[in-house]
């Protein structure tokens, strides 16, 4: 069974830092191309892509939103993906979730339907 379990979240002041993590079981990422994805949502927002890697070749997709302050990676070995969340803003103040996806996506990893397993998610917030 696949599963994902997000942490990392919290309250941070603007121009803050947070790292979330996204920890996986049911499978391996060292196998194949499986895409994670880092969405988010805030209230009474749509779910939005916000970086995507796959795990095997490390390409890494971010939305034009958090270029040069976030930053996606992977430890295989511990089969988990992190978002390095630098100069946080108050709009960047929503839930987190990860997800997983067989396949390498490329640029489409960014696209919350194409992901069919989910994380519990991980409220981020930012005070200004």
């Known amino acids: 069974e696949v599963q994902l379990v997000e942490s990392g979240g919290g309250l941070v002041q603007a121009g803050g830092s947070l790292r979330l993590s996204c920890t996986a079981s049911?499978?391996?990422?060292?196998?194949?191309?499986?895409?994670i994805g880092w969405f988010r949502q805030a209230p009474g927002k749509e779910r939005e892509g916000v970086s995507s890697?796959?795990?095997?070749?490390?390409?890494?997709f971010y939305a034009d939103s958090v270029k040069g302050r976030f930053t996606i990676s992977s430890d295989n070995a511990k089969n988990t993906v992190y978002l390095q969340m630098n100069s946080l803003k108050p709009e960047d103040t929503a839930v987190y979730f990860c997800?997983?996806?067989?396949?390498?996506?490329?640029?489409?990893?960014?696209?919350?339907?194409?992901?069919?397993?989910w994380g519990q998610g991980t409220q981020v917030t930012v005070s200004s």
């Open positions: 997800a997983v996806d067989p396949t390498p996506l490329g640029v489409l990893g960014l696209i919350p339907r194409l992901y069919a397993d």
């Open positions: 049911g499978f391996s990422l060292s196998l194949d191309g499986y895409n």
């Open positions: 890697i796959t795990t095997t070749s490390g390409q890494t």
